[in-house]
């Protein structure tokens, strides 16, 4: 069954250090998407990056970056240099043609990032 | 911004009621989606439309309803509603197909009290 778990409920660091949040996805489609938001205190869900199931290259923009492993069946998300405002809770969410492309949320990461 | 309205922010209301939450997705958008959130079940996906006509369901209660008018705007409707039902309802829309990225609302948080 399909399934995004993000293990790590809350993560608290200091300003400038680096920060990973994991992902673990689990489908049996061999095409999907997977997805990255954003849920700052003020509640709304951004969107941060997708990525499909063929493309397996690391991303990066400014201070963010992602490793997707189809291996280890994981799409990890990285923030060097953190800030205050990257305080928030970011979800992990699986989209695969098995579900009709719904979004399957992970449960969410919390990260405190202290000044 | 993500170009997604919905209204309204917040509502109040008391057990056995019922409401309506309203959303207007991106210009051009043809998709539209609803997810509940809430602190026991997370991030949860209810139901989508596309172009008007009931594309895909989920975890959505018999008491739910929605709908996507010919302007795109769609309408969830919730009713007999019981103190569980608090949560927070975002409205989501994307451009085509359910393959295209999904851009999310701010949300309307219901309170059932």
């Known amino acids: 069954a399909q399934k995004v778990t993000q293990a790590q409920t809350e993560i608290s660091v200091v300003e400038k250090e680096d920060v990973t949040l994991d992902c673990v996805y689990e489908t049996r489609d061999t095409t999907y998407y997977l997805f990255w938001y954003k849920q700052p205190p003020s509640g709304e869900l951004v969107f941060l990056i997708r990525r499909n199931s063929f493309d397996e290259q690391n991303e990066i923009s400014g201070r963010y970056s992602w490793n997707f492993q189809k291996s280890t069946s994981s799409f990890n998300f990285t923030i060097t240099a953190s800030q205050v405002v990257d305080s928030a809770v970011y979800f992990c969410a699986l989209s695969e043609l098995d579900s009709s492309y719904k979004l399957i949320f992970g449960s969410g990461t919390r990260l405190l990032v202290r000044p | 911004d993500s170009g997604v309205t919905q209204t309204p922010k917040h509502l109040i209301t008391a057990t056995g009621q019922r409401v309506t939450l309203r959303c207007s997705p991106r210009s051009g958008d043809l998709s539209v989606y609803w997810y509940q959130q809430s602190l026991d079940q997370g991030l949860q996906f209810l139901i989508q439309?596309?172009?008007?006509?009931?594309?895909a369901k989920g975890n959505i209660l018999e008491r739910f309803s929605a709908q996507q008018f010919p302007d795109l705007h769609s309408e969830l409707n919730l009713s007999s509603l019981e103190l569980g039902d608090s949560a927070l309802y975002f409205c989501?829309?994307?451009?085509?197909?359910?393959?295209?990225?999904?851009?999310f609302g701010p949300g309307t948080r219901l309170t059932v009290l």
């Open positions: 989501a829309s994307s451009a085509r197909t359910s393959t295209d990225t999904q851009y």
């Open positions: 439309y596309y172009n008007g006509e009931e594309r």
